[in-house]
Antibody, heavy 121, light 111 residues
Framework: QITLKESGPTLVKPTQTLTLTCTFSGFSLTTSGVGVGWIRQPPGKALEWLALIYWDGDKRYSPSLKSRLTITTDTSKNQVVLTVTNMDPVDTATYYC?????????????WGQGTLVTVSS | QSVLTQPPSVSGAPGQRVTISCTGSSSNIGAGYDVHWYQQLPGTAPKLLIYGNSNRPSGVPDRFSGSKSGTSASLAITGLQAEDEADYYCQSFDSSLNAYVFGTGTNVTVL
């Protein structure tokens, strides 16, 4: 059974750095063709892809947020961590992690439940 | 503003067929990148509905089907049911942006 779960703070102040952890089970991030991605969704708005890390260590970032994002993995703990620097109220959103499968454009076949992060002073 | 445009809403009576379009360009769908579709029920995480343009994951009813032509893709729901009320998103890759992109989303209402 494949599961993913996001964890981290629910409230951060403007200019702070957000650190989110995705803990997964039921698959290995060392398996060819597998990755873990982060996606966010502001309240009432559409999904937005943020970052993706592949089984071979390759990392991809949303160009519009690249300077603020870092994605890392701890394969021994089955965890993927996303950091977002210089948080702003517009970054208020539900943040999801998902298992990614290789395609000409990757797709997410399993999703975590999401965690709502509010940015406010 | 997403490069994949979907109608904000579509509706249909139970049992009817509805289609959701996902309009892109020559740098994404038209360039041959796969299109995937997700269903998001109210208050829940998205769920993979269609991958690789037209493939259904195990457990997804065959009432849902996907297709792609030129710079657009479509999701069709036949035999519409009340439980299909949700938001639907398409997703692909854009080579000009060098980014994975989601569509603007479509809310399906069952009348």
């Amino acid at each position: 059974q494949i599961t993913l779960k996001e964890s981290g703070p629910t409230l951060v102040k403007p200019t702070q750095t957000l650190t989110l952890t995705c803990t997964f089970s039921g698959f290995s991030l060392t398996t060819s063709g597998v990755g873990v991605g982060w996606i966010r969704q502001p309240p009432g708005k559409a999904l937005e892809w943020l970052a993706l890390i592949y089984w071979d260590g390759d990392k991809r970032y949303s160009p519009s947020l690249k300077s603020r994002l870092t994605i890392t993995t701890d394969t021994s703990k089955n965890q993927v961590v996303l950091t977002v620097t210089n948080m702003d109220p517009v970054d208020t959103a539900t943040y999801y992690c998902a298992r990614a499968r290789r395609s000409s454009s990757w797709y997410a076949d399993y999703w975590g439940q999401g965690t709502l992060v509010t940015v406010s002073s | 503003q997403s490069v994949l445009t979907q109608p904000p809403s579509v509706s249909g009576a139970p049992g009817q067929r509805v289609t959701i379009s996902c309009t892109g360009s020559s740098s994404n769908i038209g360039a041959g990148y796969d299109v995937h579709w997700y269903q998001q029920l109210p208050g829940t995480a998205p769920k993979l509905l269609i991958y690789g343009n037209s493939n259904r994951p195990s457990g997804v009813p065959d009432r849902f089907s996907g297709s792609k032509s030129g710079t657009s893709a479509s999701l069709a729901i036949t035999g519409l049911q009340a439980e299909d009320e949700a938001d639907y998103y398409c997703q692909s890759f854009d080579s000009s942006l060098n980014a994975y992109v989601f569509g603007t989303g479509t809310n399906v209402t069952v009348l």
